[in-house]
């Protein structure tokens, strides 16, 4: 059985994750001690090691609180005024674009691009397995393809994200549906 958090471990832990963003912001993750890490948290190293076993653990439950919060971005689709393609890539982009700060700093010192590839993949596999789009679901992805539609997916949230953010997240995500729509066209025209 898994044990419930209570309020002060929640704050502990949350007042750590901010303050390695802060940290990140002035410093690579290989260089950030636990001794520094508590001075900023302004908490005793007993407190952390109550918690965590080191710094990347730290690192690994921020990413995994941003793939979590971005996860349920992509299940909150609403009807309403929207292409249901394109409400799960607009959800994530306006997280994204709200934390864009922490989730830069999460891309520039992830360890490998795994964190990006998984929040990609999850909302693909999402829209092609659950959205009734006919333009998605007639089409049985090869996997060299899906995997070349998330690879560019990849790409175009990097660039988004990392650069000046002059487009919206909605145009972002249109643009994200025309090409992967596009690419998935071409698939079924070519199984014929």
């Not at 948290?41 to 710094?55: D, E, L, M, P």
């Not at 690192?59 to 941003?66: K, P, R, Y």
Request: aromatic share 8%.
């Amino acid at each position: 059985m898994e044990k419930k958090e209570n309020q002060r471990t929640r704050l502990t832990k949350q007042l750590l994750r901010k303050s390695l963003v802060s940290l990140l912001q002035k410093k690579p993750l290989y260089q950030i001690t636990v001794s520094e890490l508590c001075s900023e948290a302004q908490i005793n190293r007993s407190t952390f090691y109550k918690h965590y076993g080191n710094v990347v653990d730290v690192m690994t439950e921020l990413e995994n609180e941003v793939r979590q919060k971005i996860k349920s971005c992509t299940q909150e689709i609403k009807t309403e005024g929207i292409d249901y393609a394109l409400q799960p890539l607009y959800n994530l982009l306006c997280y994204m674009k709200e934390n864009q700060d922490t989730i830069c700093l999460i891309l520039k010192h992830s360890y490998d691009d795994s964190f990006l590839k998984t929040l990609v993949k999850d909302v693909l596999v999402f829209m092609t397995d659950v959205i009734s789009n006919p333009q998605i679901k007639e089409v049985a992805l090869s996997d060299y393809i899906f995997k070349f539609i998330i690879a560019g997916n990849i790409n175009i949230i990097e660039n988004w994200i990392t650069g000046s953010m002059n487009e919206t997240p909605m145009e972002i995500a249109q643009i994200i549906c025309d090409i992967s729509i596009a690419i998935l066209q071409m698939e079924r025209s070519t199984q014929k």
